[in-house]
């Protein structure tokens, strides 16, 4: 009986000293504050903004549904510049694109090397009012390129309707703060590098409201944010035997394309 006792006794001593060790090692340890996704975000927004010139390389995935809310997953890369204030180049190459887009302050241009042709644009002499036009116009968007945006911010703050932390997690070895926003039509996650220089190094897009939820998902790397590019390279110049077709109006299908003049 008093061996048991004993026990009893040192029985209770550890779980006092294990009560004791975790309180005194929950106010020594106490969690920091998480920082705000939207304060994050926009330190991003800001740096991007503050570059006069940039250059970065995407992997980009992304799903179409084809049947029944079934998916199917293609790829591409993607090698994006940037000369503010009015000079923008997209090459991107993949499972369905081979095209090449250009503002070289005064047009855009848009080239589908598979498909040998072209087409041209005037635009106002900014990047901001270009990309603008061209998607109310024509519907022409190119992923990423509002990065290239100064009213990057405005454009994102406006249609996020509830945002989160999620923590830290490493893209590629790279230390990023997990972000999450979300409205009602749209989920999206971005990958924000926790270092000096906040650039965005992965982004998820998922499609609520359409069939299948599909997903757009890009690995930005190989930034370049003091790149010296030339005028020249944001200047289209027809290869021979590039056919020149004219942009048609947003709403029209393709089929309703007018081709002008004839081989350049």
């Given at each position: 009986?008093?061996?048991?006792?004993?026990?009893?006794?040192?029985?209770?001593?550890?779980?006092?000293?294990?009560?004791?060790?975790?309180?005194?090692?929950?106010?020594?340890?106490?969690?920091?504050?998480?920082?705000?996704?939207?304060?994050?975000?926009?330190?991003?927004?800001?740096?991007?903004?503050?570059?006069?010139?940039?250059?970065?390389?995407?992997?980009?995935?992304?799903?179409?549904?084809?049947?029944?809310?079934?998916?199917?997953?293609?790829?591409?890369?993607?090698?994006?510049?940037?000369?503010?204030?009015?000079?923008?180049?997209?090459?991107?190459?993949?499972?369905?694109?081979?095209?090449?887009?250009?503002?070289?302050?005064?047009?855009?241009?848009?080239?589908?090397?598979?498909?040998?042709?072209?087409?041209?644009?005037?635009?106002?002499?900014?990047?901001?009012?270009?990309?603008?036009?061209?998607?109310?116009?024509?519907?022409?968007?190119?992923?990423?390129?509002?990065?290239?945006?100064?009213?990057?911010?405005?454009?994102?703050?406006?249609?996020?309707?509830?945002?989160?932390?999620?923590?830290?997690?490493?893209?590629?070895?790279?230390?990023?703060?997990?972000?999450?926003?979300?409205?009602?039509?749209?989920?999206?996650?971005?990958?924000?590098?926790?270092?000096?220089?906040?650039?965005p190094r992965k982004v998820v897009l998922e499609h609520i409201r359409v069939k299948g939820s599909p997903e757009w998902t890009?690995?930005?790397?190989?930034?370049?944010?003091?790149?010296?590019?030339?005028?020249?390279?944001?200047?289209?110049?027809?290869?021979?035997?590039?056919?020149?077709?004219?942009?048609?109006?947003?709403?029209?299908?393709?089929?309703?394309?007018?081709?002008?003049?004839?081989?350049s």
């Amino acid at each position: 009986m008093r061996t048991n006792a004993i026990w009893k006794v040192a029985i209770m001593g550890v779980f006092l000293m294990s009560s004791a060790a975790a309180a005194t090692g929950e106010q020594a340890a106490a969690p920091e504050k998480e920082p705000d996704p939207m304060v994050v975000l926009k330190q991003t927004c800001d740096y991007l903004k503050s570059l006069n010139q940039f250059s970065f390389h995407s992997e980009v995935t992304y799903d179409q549904v084809y049947y029944k809310g079934k998916k199917l997953r293609y790829g591409m890369d993607m090698d994006t510049f940037v000369k503010r204030p009015d000079m923008l180049r997209v090459n991107a190459d993949g499972d369905e694109v081979n095209r090449q887009f250009f503002f070289d302050g005064k047009t855009i241009t848009l080239y589908d090397k598979n498909a040998k042709i072209y087409a041209s644009m005037e635009v106002p002499p900014d990047i901001e009012a270009a990309l603008e036009k061209a998607n109310r116009d024509f519907g022409v968007r190119v992923a990423l390129t509002d990065l290239a945006s100064p009213k990057l911010w405005d454009i994102l703050s406006n249609k996020i309707k509830h945002s989160l932390y999620v923590g830290m997690s490493d893209v590629h070895g790279v230390p990023c703060h997990h972000l999450a926003f979300d409205n009602s039509n749209i989920h999206l996650e971005v990958w924000i590098d926790a270092g000096e220089n906040p650039l965005p190094r992965k982004v998820v897009l998922e499609h609520i409201r359409v069939k299948g939820s599909p997903e757009w998902t890009a690995y930005l790397g190989d930034w370049k944010t003091d790149a010296r590019m030339e005028d020249a390279m944001f200047s289209f110049v027809p290869p021979s035997g590039v056919e020149k077709v004219k942009f048609f109006a947003a709403g029209k299908t393709s089929t309703q394309k007018e081709k002008t003049g004839g081989k350049s």
